[in-house]
């Protein structure tokens, strides 16, 4: 039996709030791209947490704790993706427009899925915040069902950084703009990477 199932999913709610990967790259892919890869990549973030949970809740813990190397493979896997993100973003041509093909959308999907799967900050909120909400003995099932409200919520404000994006865009009409806004996306990209090496050491 869960202890505080409301009481977790406040906590979910304000931990997606705080400034992380998913924040970062899903407003910078579609202040680049438009609304379009941003759902796709959506998907994909939801996908990777929720593999990510699954995995959890079969042993993840024991194994980072267990394996330090394995630990140390996804913080370090999660930077280094961030930044090559950070670069495609600052690269990306200042006259730009939605991509809705399904190359373009498949390629937003497949970078949402590879952010949460490499997401050590996701990691720990599994590996810690699930189990301190949980009663004494709960099992699997009890587990997973904490993780499906962490997904769902997550997905929610996912959503809502996607639409707020892509509102934003048209008021940036201007070449100058755009690529201003874009650079520093990729900026706060590189921020997030070194943010999360800091804070995940161990």
């Known amino acids: 039996m869960v202890v505080d199932i409301a009481g977790f999913a406040l906590a979910s709610f304000l931990i997606e709030l705080t400034p992380g ?61 961030l930044v090559w993100l950070a670069i495609g973003t600052w690269r990306e041509p200042a006259d730009s427009t939605e991509f809705n093909d399904r190359g373009s959308l498949a390629l937003a999907f497949r970078d949402g899925l590879i952010i949460n799967l490499l997401n050590p900050k996701a990691a720990l909120v599994f590996v810690t915040l699930v189990p301190a909400f949980m009663a004494p003995g709960s099992g699997t099932s009890t587990s997973i069902l904490m993780i499906s409200v962490y997904v769902v919520i997550a997905t929610l404000v996912h959503l809502g950084i996607v639409l707020t994006a892509d509102g934003s865009r048209r008021f940036l009409s201007s070449d100058t703009r755009s690529r201003l806004v874009r650079r520093v996306a990729a900026v706060g990209l590189v921020l997030i990477a070194v943010w999360l090496l800091i804070a995940t050491a161990r």
């Open 21 to 81: 990967p998913n924040m970062v790259a899903l407003a910078a892919l579609t202040l680049a791209r438009g609304r379009g890869p941003g759902l796709a990549a959506v998907a994909g973030v939801t996908a990777g947490l929720a593999a990510l949970g699954i995995m959890s809740a079969l042993g993840l813990q024991a194994l980072l704790e267990s394996v330090p190397l394995a630990w140390e493979l996804l913080r370090w896997g999660g930077a280094v993706f």
